[in-house]
């Protein structure tokens, strides 16, 4: 008996990293994961893996910055599984993150807008009634650490204080649904990381140096566990609250 038996769970971003990580590890606590990202190919390759081990997955390719693309998925959840009872939002635009807030551009400054703080919004409102008559949900958000130390990271930081702001209201706001509401900052191997790490010559090991448990985290057993954790009735007096999963890099109060 897995502590997600019988619940239904959507993954935004589930195609790598953090999102894939806490997809895996929902599917392996018995939930049924509906992979969301704007690759079917990867995403197949992703649901594959958990029905190889046993688990349920429907892959369902979308850009969460279309609001209708984001409604017919809702839709499509209900229709395959009949409910929803977790939402993890793990999906953030690829663009680059790292820029100063004098040259980055207005395009970037949108997409990142767009896909970190508004899609989650409307995703977490799109899913509520049927958390609601599920009797209840979890939501889980991304946020970053990057809002503690801004600087080069200020249009992005400022996406990610903002989902924690949400994220609290909602969580005060839907107690009496009985959704709860949380937001975790993951530091995980993935290709996002990659690609920052590649912004200068050693900076991987950089970041290493800067984790007091001296590596990042493992996708799977290092970010999504925890976040499996947060889905399930075991953290069921958990809301409203920020947890940093980053080795110890962060220090929240």
């Known amino acids: 008996m897995g502590k997600l038996d019988g619940k239904v769970a959507i993954v935004t971003g589930a195609s790598q990293g953090s999102g894939y990580g806490a997809s895996l590890a929902m599917a392996r606590e018995g939930a049924k994961v509906v992979l969301v990202s704007r690759t079917r190919e990867k995403l197949e390759v992703v649901a594959r893996e958990i029905e190889g081990a046993g688990g349920t997955a429907m892959a369902h390719p979308a850009d969460v910055t279309r609001r209708d693309a984001m409604v017919d998925m809702v839709k ?10 977790v939402l993890v939002n793990a999906a953030q635009s690829p663009v680059i993150r790292t820029a100063p807030i004098a040259d980055i551009s207005d395009e970037d400054v949108r997409e990142l807008w767009e896909s970190g703080a508004v899609a989650p919004l409307a995703l977490m409102r799109a899913v509520r009634p049927h958390m ?51 937001v975790v900052f993951p530091m995980s191997e993935s290709p996002a990381a990659d690609a920052d790490f590649a912004l200068a010559e050693g900076r991987a090991a950089m970041v290493a140096k800067g984790i007091p448990l001296g590596r990042m985290g493992d996708p799977v057993e290092d970010i999504g566990q925890p976040i499996a954790f947060l889905a399930s009735d075991e953290s069921r007096f958990i809301t409203g609250s920020t947890f940093a999963l980053d080795g110890g890099k962060s220090y929240l109060r």
């Not at 499509?76 to 009872?85: K, L, N, S, Y």
């Not at 809002?147 to 990610?160: D, E, F, T």
């Open 132 to 182: 609601i008559k599920a009797g209840g949900g979890s939501i889980v958000n991304f946020g970053s650490g990057a809002v503690h130390n801004p600087a080069q990271y200020g249009v992005y930081a400022g996406v990610k204080a903002a989902i924690q702001a949400i994220s609290r209201a909602a969580a005060l706001e839907w107690a009496a649904d009985r959704i709860r509401v949380n």
């Open 76 to 85: 499509a959840t209900v229709e395959r599984f009949g409910r929803i009872d």
